[in-house]
């Protein structure tokens, strides 16, 4: 069987979900035999990363989003290394990897993956691409009513590495953030941007102390509103209470010390952070939107609640606090359906959509 040339694309800044999925992407299509090259911007996390494991990494900046010397630099490597399939893996890579693509004398499949669940803005940029893989259900959903043909997009699940979850060693963790075993830990983790919602979970948080003095809230990761999220909790009296990590590599380890994981955003296409806290066997407290539903069912293995509904947070762990038989269950299934979300299954299934494409 011919092995495929495959172009990633991604001109994010920062290291995200979707970052960490094209890393393992590259990581399992290398391991088969794949030819893979990765146009990103230089000094990004995801850049590091690549050239440190020797993955051929193409590191340029893009000015804004049509970004004429970087379609052109695009074109050439097209033409260079002439791929069987181009991968956009975001919003940015989307434009510049489709412009340059038609401007190139190769002629090459495209394929781009869609995280977001909200409405697309420019349907000649998804209807100009043979294949969109939505990460969840409720992506395709949202890009066949925008009027994305059906028989055009495959729905890949990201995944997670299973194998992170194994001997984890918490005790460390204890010391940094002077907290105690005893003490009640309900954390959430995300970049700290609008659509994540911190001001929901610092709310909710204002209501769980009152009930629960010994209780302590992580709020795991970086972004913009850092400093407005730490202020708003100040001005809550919350300062001693919430523990901001910033940035961290041992999310496995952090989320082990947690007793209960909420998350308050109010968009996600999937969120891997909550399959992260599955594998752990957290109870989840999340908001019904986007691809949630897909991994929590509304007390089978979690509670749903409405975005902006601090209230709906504080009655929730209220409940797992008062029904260690409830929170064993939610725990117990949560690892099981964690299973379903393997970095494996991914590449298995993003590989099968190449496959369908030449």
Known sequence: MKQLTILHIDFEKTWRGGQQQLFWLVEGLSKKGYRNFIICQPNSELHKRLKENDYNTIGFKILFEIDPFAIFKTKRIIEDIKPDIIHLHSAHAHTIGLIASMLSDQKTK??????V????????????????????NKVKEVLVKDGIPENRISVVFSGIDLNRFENISTDYLYKEFNVKEGNTIIGTVGSLDYHKNHKGFIQAASLIKKSIPDAVFFIVGKGCLEKELKEYAKKLNLSDSIIFTGFRNDIPQILSIFDIFVLSSYTEGLCTSLIDAMAVGLPIIATNVGGVPELIAENINGFQVLPDNPAQIYEAV???????????RFSELNKIKAKEFSKDRMIENTEHVYWEMI
């Open 110 to 115: 495209l394929v781009c993956t869609r995280r």
């Open 117 to 136: 669940e909200f409405n697309i803005n420019n349907k000649w940029k998804y209807g100009s691409v043979d294949k969109i893989i939505a990460i969840s």
């Open 318 to 328: 209220m409940k797992l606090v008062k029904d260690r038989n409830l929170l064993n």
